[in-house]
């Protein structure tokens, strides 16, 4: 893979091509020059390429060469539409609309042929691109004949299929070949064209009426826009087709200028405002594929760098699942052996009635902790670790806020006084992901949290862990509040909206989506030294139901014992230092209960290394 950054040469072919494009309509406007004669020397000026052959000849399989003709005679249809357009209605008003449809042409036709997944920043930026375009052209508000919407229509389909065809070209072949190809089939295509006894006789009439002056703008303007062709071509060359096409609206900024300079069309009220906008969103959404580009050129993450490996345990979770969970907890502790551990004090279950503290579970989970010299983190607060990620007890869920926030400190502070001596307690969790709407609890307020964190640090030193949610929290608040920050971490979730249309989705990210967003909130936060650890790393399925009632063959499919072990490749290579697998219990019962043991010996296998490469 070329680490050449794309979106810069993108950006600097579609300058080109923008200004290329006002120029066009300027000599279409004056009527010197044709849609027909345009398209023939548009195909025809791609015979330059053969000055490229000196720079990167090779031999190139038949099916490749005609893959990239095909992709060169679409390119060449597309252009002529795109004239034929120009003739009829404002350059501002053309593009806009071919530049969001052929780059959602483009996405389709790579998703089937190529097999094209954007990440998630390129999704985002993709969509700010193509919307911009259709807001442009609803603002105009003109009449546009159907001839008119079928040729841009055209247009946008031929780019599309030619950007895509393109690309296979290029993944075969190098670039000067790809390039070359591409522009023969063009060439063939309006060689063509002269077969037809009325397109010669057009083309001499268009010849005759030029004026000389108009035919020397026109050549140049063509060399111009070759630069720009190259350019793209380039662009998809390193990148992906459809995010090339998405940056074809940069060309509105361009024509807009122009446009008000050159062509002296004017713009007011509404649809100026509507430009303006415009110009806002399409900086916005290359933005966000500037992210996406940053991400992807990162260096890797240091794979010699040590890794220590914990976990999660849940009472509640076990029981839920059938188990003994005592039985469950020492096998976890004395068989899989993992560096760290985090526990939960449920508050519902350490004060079943009011001031009635039963620490009895959590206090043998401490001590087995501890004896097998492993450090804990304790989980206290209402919001806690497990569906339904709220433990409020039955006395006080009736309460005010301000009641209950009263109760809860209380408890909390119980908690910390009955461990603050126990050496094995390495930190304390207040709540968990606090300001994530997830669960039945209700999100917690930046002062209540202040509150709970004033209780804990009033009676020991320890550091405290806040959490927020990795692929959708914003870190910021749960990391200005913690001594240490901790994100969780899943691949593929059933999300709780478009989940019973879609099914489980992936997430549409990189391990350097999590880098980049610990160095942006890390600038924000201003604490360059804070610890950043992953707290909950996915290690079961994400089930609709609950996993004792899932079918087991659906459990395997939608997360093999394979699935786990990329997940935990995934996570190494997003550069933290501490990973607590989330599943244990599940590993457990897949062991005892189901006869798979696999889960349980790829987490035995990953905690017995003591650094992880």
Same mark, same amino acid.
């Given at each position: 893979?070329?680490?050449?950054?794309?979106?810069?040469?993108?950006?600097?072919?579609?300058?080109?091509?923008? *200004?290329?494009?006002?120029?066009?309509?300027?000599?279409?406007?004056?009527?010197?020059?044709?849609?027909?004669?345009?398209?023939?020397?548009?195909?025809?000026?791609?015979?330059?390429?053969?000055?490229?052959?000196?720079?990167?000849?090779?031999?190139?399989?038949?099916?490749?060469?005609?893959?990239?003709?095909?992709?060169?005679?679409?390119?060449?249809? $597309?252009?002529?539409?795109?004239?034929?357009?120009?003739?009829?209605?404002? $350059?501002?008003?053309?593009?806009?609309?071919?530049?969001?449809?052929?780059?959602?042409?483009?996405?389709?036709?790579?998703?089937?042929?190529?097999?094209?997944?954007?990440? #998630?920043?390129? /999704?985002?930026?993709?969509?700010? #691109?193509?919307?911009?375009?259709?807001?442009?052209?609803? $603002?105009?508000?003109?009449?546009?004949?159907?001839?008119? #919407?079928?040729?841009?229509? #055209?247009?946008?389909?031929?780019?599309?299929?030619?950007?895509?065809?393109?690309?296979?070209?290029?993944?075969?072949?190098?670039?000067? !070949?790809?390039?070359?190809?591409?522009?023969?089939?063009?060439?063939?295509?309006?060689?063509?064209?002269?077969?037809?006894?009325?397109?010669?006789?057009?083309?001499?009439?268009?010849?005759?009426?030029?004026?000389?002056?108009?035919?020397?703008?026109?050549?140049?303007?063509?060399?111009? *826009?070759?630069?720009? *062709?190259?350019?793209?071509?380039?662009?998809?060359?390193?990148?992906?087709? $459809?995010?090339?096409?998405?940056?074809?609206?940069?060309?509105?900024?361009?024509?807009?200028?122009?446009?008000?300079?050159?062509?002296?069309?004017?713009? @007011?009220?509404?649809?100026?405002?509507?430009?303006?906008?415009?110009?806002?969103?399409?900086?916005?959404?290359?933005?966000?594929?500037?992210?996406?580009?940053?991400?992807?050129?990162?260096?890797?993450?240091?794979?010699?760098?040590?890794?220590?490996?914990?976990?999660?345990?849940?009472?509640?979770?076990?029981?839920? !699942?059938?188990?003994?969970? @005592?039985?469950?907890?020492?096998?976890?502790?004395?068989?899989?052996?993992?560096?760290?551990?985090?526990?939960?004090?449920?508050?519902?279950?350490? =004060?079943?009635?009011?001031?009635?503290?039963?620490?009895? &579970?959590?206090?043998?989970?401490?001590?087995?902790?501890?004896?097998?010299?492993?450090?804990?983190?304790?989980?206290?607060?209402?919001? +806690?670790?497990?569906?339904?990620?709220?433990?409020?007890?039955?006395?006080?869920?009736?309460?005010?806020?301000?009641?209950?926030?009263?109760?809860?400190?209380?408890?909390?502070?119980?908690?910390?006084?009955?461990?603050?001596?126990?050496?094995?307690? =390495? !930190?304390?969790?207040?709540?968990?992901?606090?300001?994530?709407?997830?669960?039945?609890?209700?999100?917690?307020? /930046?002062?209540?949290?202040?509150?709970?964190? +004033?209780?804990?640090?009033?009676?020991?030193?320890?550091?405290?862990?806040?959490?927020?949610?990795?692929?959708?929290?914003?870190?910021?608040?749960? +990391?200005?509040?913690?001594?240490?920050?901790?994100?969780? %971490?899943?691949?593929?979730?059933?999300?709780?909206?478009?989940?019973?249309?879609?099914?489980?989705?992936?997430?549409?990210?990189?391990?350097?989506?999590?880098?980049?967003?610990?160095? /942006?909130?890390?600038?924000?936060?201003?604490?360059?030294?804070?610890?950043?650890?992953?707290?909950?790393?996915?290690? =079961?399925?994400? *089930?609709?139901?609950?996993?004792?009632?899932?079918?087991?063959?659906?459990?395997?499919?939608?997360?093999?014992?394979?699935?786990?072990?990329?997940?935990?490749?995934?996570?190494?290579?997003?550069?933290? =230092?501490?990973?607590?697998?989330?599943?244990?219990?599940?590993?457990?019962? %897949?062991?005892?209960?189901?006869?798979?043991?696999?889960?349980? &010996?790829? +987490?035995?296998?990953?905690?017995?290394?003591?650094?992880?490469?």
């Amino acid at each position: 893979m070329i680490n050449i950054p794309w979106l810069p040469i993108a950006i600097a072919a579609q300058f080109i091509l923008g *200004s290329a494009a006002v120029f066009d309509k300027l000599l279409l406007k004056k009527r010197s020059i044709d849609a027909l004669s345009y398209t023939f020397w548009f195909g025809f000026l791609g015979l330059f390429s053969l000055f490229l052959l000196p720079f990167g000849f090779q031999r190139t399989p038949v099916t490749i060469i005609a893959i990239g003709l095909v992709a060169g005679a679409l390119f060449v249809l $597309a252009g002529f539409f795109q004239f034929r357009v120009l003739e009829k209605i404002e $350059a501002s008003e053309t593009l806009p609309l071919i530049g969001s449809l052929s780059p959602v042409f483009t996405l389709i036709f790579s998703w089937y042929i190529l097999g094209t997944h954007l990440g #998630l920043f390129d /999704v985002i930026g993709f969509i700010f #691109l193509i919307v911009t375009g259709y807001l442009l052209f609803l $603002a105009e508000r003109h009449e546009i004949s159907r001839g008119i #919407l079928f040729s841009i229509a #055209l247009s946008s389909i031929f780019l599309a299929a030619s950007h895509v065809g393109v690309k296979l070209v290029f993944n075969e072949t190098n670039f000067i !070949m790809g390039f070359f190809w591409a522009k023969m089939g063009g060439v063939l295509v309006v060689l063509l064209m002269l077969a037809s006894a009325k397109l010669r006789r057009n083309l001499l009439r268009s010849a005759e009426h030029t004026a000389a002056g108009n035919k020397v703008l026109y050549f140049a303007n063509r060399l111009y *826009s070759s630069a720009g *062709s190259i350019l793209v071509s380039a662009a998809i060359f390193l990148s992906e087709p $459809a995010l090339v096409d998405a940056t074809q609206n940069i060309r509105y900024i361009v024509i807009f200028l122009f446009a008000w300079l050159l062509l002296h069309e004017r713009f @007011r009220g509404r649809i100026l405002a509507f430009k303006l906008v415009a110009v806002v969103l399409i900086s916005f959404g290359l933005g966000w594929l500037t992210l996406g580009e940053y991400v992807r050129i990162l260096p890797p993450a240091n794979p010699d760098r040590p890794i220590v490996w914990g976990t999660t345990f849940s009472k509640y979770f076990a029981n839920e !699942m059938g188990l003994d969970w @005592r039985a469950a907890y020492k096998a976890i502790i004395n068989d899989l052996k993992p560096k760290k551990i985090r526990l939960i004090a449920n508050w519902n279950a350490i =004060e079943r009635e009011q001031n009635l503290y039963d620490f009895a &579970d959590l206090d043998w989970q401490v001590g087995e902790a501890a004896k097998n010299h492993i450090p804990i983190i304790l989980v206290v607060g209402e919001k +806690a670790p497990r569906w339904p990620e709220c433990y409020i007890p039955d006395w006080a869920s009736s309460m005010s806020s301000e009641e209950k926030n009263l109760e809860l400190n209380s408890y909390i502070r119980e908690v910390i006084l009955r461990y603050r001596d126990s050496p094995a307690i =390495e !930190m304390w969790q207040v709540e968990n992901e606090p300001f994530l709407n997830f669960g039945e609890c209700r999100r917690r307020t /930046v002062e209540e949290m202040q509150s709970e964190i +004033a209780v804990v640090k009033a009676i020991d030193s320890r550091l405290v862990l806040i959490t927020d949610g990795g692929e959708l929290g914003l870190w910021k608040p749960a +990391a200005n509040l913690g001594d240490v920050f901790g994100t969780t %971490m899943y691949r593929r979730v059933y999300p709780k909206i478009i989940g019973p249309i879609f099914g489980l989705i992936d997430y549409p990210i990189t391990p350097n989506y999590f880098r980049l967003k610990e160095t /942006v909130i890390r600038q924000f936060t201003n604490k360059p030294d804070q610890q950043y650890i992953v707290i909950e790393l996915q290690g =079961e399925p994400w *089930s609709p139901k609950y996993l004792n009632i899932t079918p087991i063959d659906w459990q395997l499919k939608n997360f093999s014992p394979q699935y786990f072990s990329e997940t935990i490749d995934f996570a190494k290579a997003t550069g933290f =230092e501490t990973y607590y697998l989330w599943g244990a219990e599940w590993w457990y019962w %897949m062991k005892e209960e189901q006869g798979h043991s696999e889960y349980w &010996d790829i +987490a035995r296998g990953l905690f017995a290394q003591p650094s992880q490469k």
